[in-house]
């Protein structure tokens, strides 16, 4: 009857969940599973609310100028979808979420800008060569350096500050505006508007003069956009190849007169390619900045981890210390 009641009591101690008779590592292992079904939800929940948010977005603006943001959107998606394949990153869903609400704010933007620059540029008759290059010259400077600069605001916001923080800490604005300026704008912004603005002239130059409907203005944009990231993403060429003053060891064999200077047909030259690259120098410039701030939070945590132990050290030496002087 004992080893009955004995063995009775071993098989209710094996099945009771809070019996401490568990297996080695089994609460461990259901603690971890517990975690890991949490951070699902969470970042199920999470994914969830970034589409309500992107349909909220997309809603407000498909009100308003349906069907252009969706073009720039598919644009963006795409564009940021071959940029990660060239670069061999896998692209997440915060990839495609980031860019697909970016492409529908710019694109619903791209079609007001239209409608104002049809506005302002009614009373001119492109009737004529003349008058069509005039009526393109009359968005390019007006319109598209302000473009540019939204662009270059909105996605450093985005990118580098964070919505949440623009969102949540509102008196904060005005510096995080200053460091945009500082950081982005101001020695970047009219390096970018001259060389992007020959890469948009020829298409802008069709679309203005060729369609009335703003919808497929802006489509062709959302193409202009996609197109340039691929054309972008080709390395640059070498400097000695792309200068044949330049031979391979290095030695300048232009004309005494022109020593130290390309001549015009070279600086055309080096001047339709850069319009090219500035977007992927511009993404490298991005990576080198972001690789060096880490590096320097990484110092900076080692260097907090020394002091650390430092005083640890120091500690465990007082305390042998004053063991010492007790034993006394």
Same mark, same amino acid.
């Given at each position: ?25 089994? +609460? ?74 970016? +492409? @529908? ?37 007006? @319109? ?20 949440? !923080? ?18 982005? @704008? ?37 193409? !202009? ?82 002091? +650390? ?20």
């Amino acid at each position: 009857m004992a080893q009955a009641a004995d063995l009775e009591e071993r098989v209710q101690d094996t099945h009771d969940p809070s019996s401490g008779s568990q297996a080695p590592g089994h +609460g461990a292992s259901e603690t971890h599973g517990q975690e890991n079904l949490e951070s699902k939800v969470q970042s199920t929940s999470s994914k969830l609310w970034d589409l309500t948010k992107l349909a909220a977005i997309g809603a407000g603006v498909l009100y308003y100028a349906f069907p252009s943001p969706l073009a720039t959107m598919a644009g963006y998606v795409l564009g940021t979808w071959y940029m990660n394949r060239k670069e061999k990153k896998p692209t997440t869903f915060k990839d495609i979420y980031k860019a697909a609400y970016t +492409g @529908l704010l710019f694109g619903g933007l791209g079609y007001a800008m239209y409608n104002f620059y049809d506005w302002y540029s009614a009373g001119i008759k492109a009737t004529t060569f003349l008058g069509k290059v005039a009526k393109t010259l009359l968005f390019n400077p007006v @319109l598209f350096p302000p473009f540019v600069g939204a662009y270059r605001v909105f996605t450093y916001l985005r990118d580098k500050i964070g919505f949440k !923080n623009v969102f949540t800490k509102p008196h904060k604005i005005f510096s995080y505006l200053g460091e945009v300026y500082e950081k982005d @704008l101001k020695p970047n912004f009219w390096s970018n508007v001259k060389k992007a603005s020959l890469t948009f002239w020829l298409p802008n130059y069709l679309s203005l003069n060729y369609f009335t409907n703003n919808h497929i203005r802006v489509a062709i944009g959302a193409a !202009n956009d996609l197109i340039f990231n691929i054309i972008s993403s080709g390395k640059k060429k070498d400097e000695h190849a792309e200068n044949p003053e330049h031979d391979k060891h290095g030695e300048d064999h232009s004309d005494s007169k022109h020593h130290g200077q390309k001549p015009w047909y070279q600086k055309a030259k080096d001047y339709v390619s850069n319009y090219f690259t500035w977007p992927a120098d511009e993404r490298k410039k991005r990576e080198e900045e972001e690789s060096k701030k880490k590096k320097e939070q990484e110092e900076e945590q080692k260097k907090q981890q020394q002091q +650390g132990m430092q005083q640890q050290q120091i500690q465990q030496l007082l305390q042998q210390m004053g063991q010492g002087q007790g034993g006394r």
